[in-house]
């Protein structure tokens, strides 16, 4: 059962090059998240999604963009990337409010 | 908006002792829901047990336990035996209400444990 799964797993980009970080899940879950966690810091929230052609902004959504086509994808685009973007993303999916929060591996992204 | 508060940024335990970590929240929502996750130097995210604003009772999951004091906004987590595998970066996290804003978690800053054989 492969869970939410994140693709890639490493990434480095030019400063100014845009990309797609993937993220699939196959539990049928309506609520899906992208995060990103910043050297020593806790996770902080970018866009959601209460399910599919629904989506909206977190803490920190400024230079990514998301859509949610189907229940299982939810990708995250960087328009055009920044070294401030250099992170770690994770992706999460949750059956309802108040549930676990099932995280994705991430994804190591680094600006240069 | 919320917020969560992780005062302690490291701290060891001895192996088979229990350990506390702090975590204060402040919402003025009143009902909200109280996560707990383990990061292992691995860096997935391990769900470790939940606290809805509403339980009567504090939650237990295993080795794992909440100390959910409402009035004092505290939520923190107490493992009890310390095993070397604990050894991790533990977060706290907070859920907003209202269903249309899913599942959306603002999370502490972190506390790392090592646990000393």
């Known amino acids: 059962n492969a869970g939410v799964t994140q693709t890639p797993k490493f990434q480095v980009l030019k400063t100014g090059q845009s990309m797609t970080l993937q993220c699939a899940q196959d539990m049928n879950h309506e609520y899906m998240s992208w995060y990103r966690q910043d050297p020593g810091m806790g996770l902080r929230l970018i866009h959601y999604?209460?399910?599919?052609?629904?989506?909206d902004q977190g803490e920190v959504p400024n230079g990514y963009n998301v859509s949610r086509s189907t229940t299982e994808d939810f990708p995250l685009r960087l328009l055009s990337a920044a070294p401030s973007q250099t992170s770690v993303y994770f992706c999460?999916?949750?059956?309802?409010?108040?549930?676990?929060?099932?995280f994705g591996q991430g994804t190591r992204l680094t600006v240069v | 908006a919320q917020k969560i508060t992780q005062t302690q940024p490291g701290m060891f335990v001895q192996e088979k002792e229990a350990v506390t970590l702090d975590c204060t929240y402040d919402t003025s929502d009143q009902s909200y829901g109280l996560f707990w996750y383990k990061q292992p130097s691995s860096g997935e995210m391990i769900f470790l047990i939940y606290?809805?604003?509403?339980?009567?009772q504090n939650a237990t999951e295993g080795r794992y336990s909440l100390n959910f004091q409402k009035a004092r906004k505290s939520a923190n987590l107490v493992i009890s035996a310390s095993q070397l595998g604990d050894s991790a970066m533990y977060f706290c996290a907070m859920r907003e209400a209202p269903r249309a804003a899913g599942n959306k978690l603002t999370f502490g800053g972190g506390t790392r444990v090592l646990v000393k054989p």
């Open positions: 999460a999916s949750s059956y309802e409010p108040g549930t676990e929060a099932f």
């Open positions: 999604s209460v399910g599919a052609g629904i989506t």
């Open positions: 606290q809805g604003s509403y339980d009567e």
